[in-house]
Every structure is written in structure tokens, then in C-alpha cells.
């Protein structure tokens, strides 16, 4: 069965930095593309961040892009979001999800996500 | 990025109502579209993928048609268990989700 655990949520000052790991079971990890999506109290949804799964190749949103890292550790079986000078506007759930690729670019759609973890960025 | 803009964006209906949720592509995304079902508190739920492939285990009251830019979700018979937020998804260029449709008793 495949499971996504995120973790790592939390309240962070704006500013400050937060590390999000998502830790990856029942399926062979290095084999996938591994993306973050995330949704704001009462929002919609907006994705985040996209890595393939041997690390090489990354993609960021704009609203996003030179704050956060996306990066796997593939011996681990884990992703990771790292997050810096976090704004308010970053307050949200983020979700880690599985790729039916091995790419992030061309038509690589999702399957599995995670059930989220809470980020607040207030002070 | 591709835009993505669904309407309605709030659905008031009754059990046992046929209801459909449009979704429209800033530009053609040929049939790569997919189609989530959120309730509060929970992650999104795949319901169709490439516009109309319903994902294994989903009722068959869902469906889903269209190509191009035009795309739509049809509930045939709504059930209680179906009052949710509503979202599509395309991914033909990274991805782009609609902005939601509430799905409420009427």
C-alpha cells in the first residue's frame, strides 16, 4: 500500500525557515517524480514545487521560486521542502504527492497524496 | 502557466440530481486533465484522469468528457456522500488546479 507521511508543520515567524520532510512507503521510491501542493485556510489548491526522481530536474512556482528547495534522498525514501523567508501568505497545508513518472516535464500527472501537514507562518 | 477557471463556483443541489461542473483551459491541454473530490480535512481524491479514465474503485455515477479547452464533470445521481468541493487539474505543463466548486445541499 502506498503511504506519504508529511511532517515537520508547524508555527514559524515570518521570516524565519521550516523543513518539510514527506516519507515515502510502498512503492520504489527512486523510481518517481515527487511534488509539493499546498492550500491556504478555505483555499483552493496550488502546487508548489515538482522534482524527477533521480533529483536532476526541479520546478517552481513563481510565488515560490529562490524562498523554497525542493530536493529528495532517494537511499531514505524521502522528500523534502525546504522553506525560507517564510511570508504569511505561505500559511497553509502542504501536500506531498506521488508521480506517475519519472519526469517532471511533459504529461506527468499524480496519484497518491499525503494527508498534509500545517504550516503557520504568523508572529 | 495555464489557466484554469471552473464554474459554478458554488452548486446548490439535491440527492439524486444530475449535476455537471465545467472546466475551461487557457489554452488546448488536449485530454490531460484530471478531476479531484477534497471534503474538509482530507487530502483531494482522484475521481477521473485524461479527462474521462474514471480512477479504479470510484462509483460510476461520476464521469467525465471533453478535450481541448472545454471539460466537464457530470455527477448522474448526487448522494449524500458527494457534498464536497470539486477541482480540476491540468497537467499537459506542470500543473494547474480550478479554483474549486462547492458542491452544497440545496
Known amino acids: 500500500e502506498v503511504q506519504l507521511v508529511e511532517s515537520g508543520g508547524g508555527l514559524v515567524q515570518p521570516g524565519g525557515s521550516l523543513r518539510l520532510p514527506c516519507s515515502a512507503s510502498?512503492?520504489?521510491?527512486?523510481?518517481?517524480?515527487m511534488h509539493w501542493v499546498r492550500q491556504a485556510p478555505g483555499k483552493g489548491l496550488e502546487y508548489v514545487s515538482g522534482?524527477?526522481?533521480?533529483?536532476?530536474?526541479?520546478y517552481y512556482a513563481d510565488s515560490v521560486k529562490g524562498r523554497f528547495t525542493i530536493s529528495r534522498d532517494n537511499s531514505k525514501k524521502t522528500l523534502y521542502l525546504q522553506m525560507s523567508s517564510l511570508r504569511a501568505e505561505d500559511t497553509a497545508v502542504y501536500y506531498c504527492?506521488?508521480?506517475?513518472?519519472?519526469?517532471?516535464?511533459?504529461?506527468?500527472?499524480?496519484?497518491?497524496w499525503g494527508q498534509g501537514t500545517l504550516v503557520t507562518v504568523s508572529s | 502557466d495555464i489557466q484554469m477557471t471552473q464554474s459554478p463556483s458554488t452548486l446548490s443541489a439535491s440527492v439524486g440530481d444530475r449535476v455537471t461542473i465545467t472546466c475551461r483551459a487557457g489554452?488546448?491541454?488536449?485530454?490531460?486533465l484530471a478531476w479531484y473530490q477534497q471534503k474538509p480535512g482530507r487530502a483531494p481524491k482522484l475521481l477521473i484522469y485524461?479527462?474521462?479514465s474514471l480512477e479504479s474503485g470510484v462509483p460510476s455515477r461520476f464521469s467525465g468528457s471533453g478535450s481541448g479547452t472545454e471539460f466537464t464533470l457530470t455527477i448522474s445521481s448526487l448522494q449524500p456522500d458527494d457534498f464536497a468541493t470539486y477541482y480540476c487539474?491540468?497537467?499537459?505543463?506542470?500543473?494547474?488546479f480550478g479554483q474549486g466548486t462547492k458542491v452544497e445541499i440545496k
Open positions: 485524461d479527462a474521462s
Open positions: 504527492v506521488k508521480s506517475r513518472t519519472r519526469t517532471i516535464f511533459g504529461v506527468t500527472r499524480g496519484d497518491y
Open positions: 510502498g512503492f520504489t521510491f527512486s523510481d518517481y517524480a
Open positions: 487539474q491540468q497537467y499537459n505543463s506542470y500543473w494547474t
Open positions: 522534482i524527477s526522481s533521480n533529483g536532476g530536474d526541479t
Open positions: 489554452q488546448s491541454i488536449s485530454r490531460w
